[in-house]
């Protein structure tokens, strides 16, 4: 299975960066919680990272993570 994921920021906000995942190449990227399957809850750390705690299960899982300034070169181009 193909299983990518990366920091980008949310639509309308203010930069701040959460984790989105993609399990197809052709599929866009999509914040972490609409996928129920794989997130986790997110631990109670005041202004902490938005799916820290599920990047963590993924990343033990063998997801790759991808470098946020190369994705988002590429939905630009």
């Keep these: 299975m ?3 994921m990366c920091w980008l920021p949310l639509m309308g906000s203010s930069g701040q960066k959460v984790l989105h995942l993609r399990t197809a190449p052709n599929q866009p990227w999509r914040p972490y919680t609409a996928f129920p399957q794989y997130a986790v809850p997110d631990y109670v750390i005041p202004g902490g990272s938005k799916g820290w705690a599920t990047y963590q ?4 899982a063998g ?3 991808l470098p946020s300034a190369e994705v ?3 939905k630009s181009a």
């Design 2 to 4: 193909f299983k990518q």
């Design 57 to 60: 299960k993924l990343r033990s």
């Design 63 to 65: 997801w790759n993570l």
């Design 72 to 74: 988002q070169q590429l």
